[in-house]
């Protein structure tokens, strides 16, 4: 039954990409496009990533049948940041089902920032969803493992799973991190306070940071993407990484939650689930077509990347990938 149910979600999608040749043009159009633009600041507030050359820009895009296609630093490695919270919760859902994470983690947006401690005591303790670090640190403790190294192991394989590639952590990131993320400390002190935390919620913190500062290029997103988009099944591998039925969870919780309290104009104006990162990733999904994934380190104030939005954007509208807007690519 679950993998007929599969099968069907797999195919439920509406019209399809232009040929090899046409996503080739589009994405060049989709990079000089986004290209022009000169907003937005070089996130600061981890002192590595302040060091970022904020004229990094690549556009990636991996279709579900393993086509890929790439212009600018799509080669380029930065750390995955926040994008690795979707992925995660991905990984924990597949291990504890959709009832349970649900129940402890939540799928609603704060409507604050992403770091906010008011909206964890607004809501009794419940971290409301798994893109903001509330949600994301407790996710992180849900990791199967016995232990934090286990923990650190099963988001690591699972991430690279997802990627399609070893990724490796970058020290120099993570250390930059830990020495400065004494608010996150804090978020999971006050989870444990409310019982929403039952492991080390220090170790906890541990795994997270380590897990945001595995290193990844926009050619990886693209196809972390992809996978998500084609039912769990990674297009370059051919691994099989998570359900179909995780994959729809997870896309609905991108779509309400992965842009924090811009998520609902970036679903306005772009119309794909995605989520971002602070050392400028983006990661979109067109379910049953294809992944994008985006670095520009200038970031918007509310910690995206400005060109990597735009980009998203343009091929959003070229490619005829809003998914509320249900017709056939035209051109």
């Known amino acids: 039954m679950i993998a007929g149910m599969e099968q069907v979600a797999q195919r439920a999608c509406t019209g399809a990409l232009p040929g090899w040749d046409q996503v080739d043009l589009l994405v060049a159009e989709a990079y000089e496009y986004a290209r022009r633009s000169t907003d937005g600041a070089v996130a600061d507030y981890i002192p590595i990533l302040a060091q970022a050359d904020p004229e990094l820009f690549g556009v990636a895009v991996a279709e579900v049948d393993g086509g890929r296609h790439g212009v600018g630093d799509v080669g380029t490695e930065f750390s995955l940041q926040s994008i690795s919270k979707a992925f995660v919760y991905a990984l924990v859902c597949q291990a504890l089902g959709h009832d349970a994470v649900r129940e402890r983690i939540g799928v609603d947006n704060t409507g604050l920032a992403f770091d906010s401690v008011i909206a964890i005591e607004l809501n009794a303790g419940h971290p409301m969803n798994p893109m903001v670090n509330a949600g994301a640190i407790a996710t992180t403790a849900l990791l199967p493992g016995g232990s934090p190294?286990?923990?650190?192991?099963?988001?690591?394989?699972?991430?690279?799973?997802?990627?399609?590639?070893?990724?490796?952590?970058?020290?120099?990131?993570?250390?930059?991190?830990?020495?400065?993320?004494?608010?996150?400390?804090?978020?999971?002190?006050?989870?444990?306070?409310?019982?929403?935390?039952?492991?080390?919620?220090?170790?906890?913190?541990?795994?997270?940071?380590?897990?945001?500062a595995l290193r990844v290029t926009a050619a990886d997103l693209a196809v972390m993407g992809a996978t998500l988009a084609d039912g769990g099944v990674n297009p370059v591998t051919g691994e099989r990484v998570v359900s179909a039925t995780v994959c729809r969870d997870t896309l609905a919780v991108l779509a309400a939650n992965g842009l924090y309290q811009r998520s609902g104009e970036w679903l306005f104006d772009i119309g794909l689930p995605g989520k971002s990162g602070v050392a400028g990733g983006i990661v979109a999904v067109s379910p049953g077509k294809a992944g994008i994934g985006t670095f520009s380190p200038?970031?918007?104030?509310?910690?995206?990347?400005?060109?990597?939005?735009?980009?998203?954007?343009?091929l959003s509208r070229a490619l005829g990938l809003n998914i509320f807007a249900s017709a056939p690519w035209r051109r």
């Not at 200038?298 to 939005?309: E, H, Q």
């Open 149 to 212: 190294g286990a923990k650190w192991e099963a988001a690591r394989a699972g991430l690279s799973a997802f990627a399609g590639r070893p990724l490796e952590l970058d020290d120099d990131v993570y250390r930059s991190e830990a020495a400065t993320n004494q608010r996150n400390r804090a978020i999971a002190r006050l989870l444990e306070s409310y019982g929403r935390i039952e492991v080390d919620p220090l170790a906890a913190v541990d795994v997270y940071t380590r897990q945001c």
């Open 298 to 314: 200038r970031l918007d104030p509310a910690g995206n990347s400005v060109r990597g939005k735009l980009a998203t954007a343009h």
